[in-house]
């Protein structure tokens, strides 16, 4: 008997791209439309539950902190069955102003600055990386091994 690697559901690679307009409602519509994607893909609980998480703060940071008059951000979500992740990628058209998750001096006493955080302490990996010609794209990955072990 051959172990075998633990398959994800629809062995194909699944790709999702839209652009949302800068605002509030496009961040909210980025999440709604990520967690449809996700559940028609077949993937767990737990990795669509962490996954409408980062998208929710992703969006959120790009309607607000890396808006720019008239520019819209993309949500790109990607299953790479071959690597076991899903990547979920927002850009925007802010290139100059990179997000760390840094805290504040006092971070009980702020009211915004957690989101990266966040994004940190759901997603296996993160980064950030230029998005031509002006912005940058800030992703977040999640390992999505079948069966999803982090439950």
Sequence with gaps: MTPTTPQLPNAAA????????STRRGARLARLLAVGELHA?????????RAEHIVAELAANAAVHGRVRGRSFRLVLRVDTT???????????RGDRLPAPA???????????????LVAALADRWNTEPYPPSGKTVWAELDVVAPDLRE
């Design 14 to 21: 699944h790709s999702f791209s839209q652009l949302l307009s």
């Design 41 to 49: 893909w077949g993937l767990s609980p737990n990795v669509i539950e």
């Design 83 to 93: 690597a076991g992740t899903l990547r979920v990628a927002v850009s925007d058209a």
């Design 103 to 117: 805290p504040t001096a006092r971070p009980e006493e702020a009211e915004s600055g957690r989101g990266l955080l």
